[in-house]
């Protein structure tokens, strides 16, 4: 069974940083894109930064410059540095990844982090 198995959430003031890791199960042998997402409650959910297995990144306008997405191809893992944190921040924040575990390729998920930010 393939597992997306998230780290690194928790309560920060303002200003403060978190890094996010997400690590996918060996059985997935093969990983495309891998990214974050976040959602609020009531609220759809929405792309934050996706990157490559080439190491190519994109993000969402609002955390440019403050978060950075990284992988680890070798360790199936994939990071979100996040500083300059802000209230605006505060979501669950889902890891992403598009694999294939022999059976054909899909669109896996973790089952989320919380991340509060405080003013």
């Known amino acids: 069974q393939v597992q997306l198995v998230e780290s690194g959430g928790g309560l920060v003031q303002a200003g403060g940083s978190l890094r996010l890791s997400c690590t996918a199960s060996?059985?997935?042998?093969?990983?495309?894109?891998m990214g974050w997402y976040r959602q609020a409650p009531g609220k759809q959910r929405e792309v934050v930064a996706f990157?490559?297995?080439?190491?190519?990144?994109n993000y969402v306008d609002s955390v440019k410059g403050r978060f950075t997405i990284s992988r680890d191809n070798a360790k199936n893992t994939v990071y979100l540095q996040m500083n300059s944190l802000k209230p605006d921040d505060t979501d669950i924040y889902y890891c992403y990844a598009r694999g294939n575990d022999g059976s054909g390729w899909r669109d896996y998920w973790g089952q989320g982090t919380q991340v509060s930010v405080s003013a």
């Open positions: 060996r059985s997935l042998f093969s990983i495309n894109a």
């Open positions: 990157i490559t297995p080439g190491g190519s990144a």
